[in-house]
């Protein structure tokens, strides 16, 4: 879509939006409220429930690996740079992440 086929397309939304008077616009209102199915804008605004943030974050680096090392890694399956994180710690004598 072009943008002046947006613009366009906004118009005849504005358009529409404009014929309706107050009356309509407060009688949609309560039958979008009253209904069961109707869900709010800021419900589906809210943050999805999932994984918490980690008190320490990891440092994303680029960083160029043989392809031997690469391959052997991966072919571990998902999780091989967490993997990799590993065994850098172990070579360097620190403490596993929790």
């Known amino acids: 879509m ?13 358009a529409a939006l404009d014929k309706i008077t ?21 419900e589906l605004s809210r943050r999805k429930p999932g994984r ?5 974050t990891k440092t994303p680096v680029s960083i160029r690996l043989s392809p031997d090392v690469l391959d052997y890694f991966r072919s571990g399956g998902p999780g091989w740079q967490s993997r990799i994180d590993e065994a850098l710690r172990e070579a360097a004598g620190l403490k596993k992440r929790a």
């Open 52 to 56: 918490p943030v980690a008190e320490t």
């Open 22 to 42: 107050p009356e309509e616009d407060a009688a949609l209102t309560k039958a979008a409220l009253e209904d069961p199915d109707t869900v709010l804008v800021t």
């Open 2 to 14: 072009t943008e002046k086929q947006r613009a366009a397309h906004r118009a005849r939304i504005q």
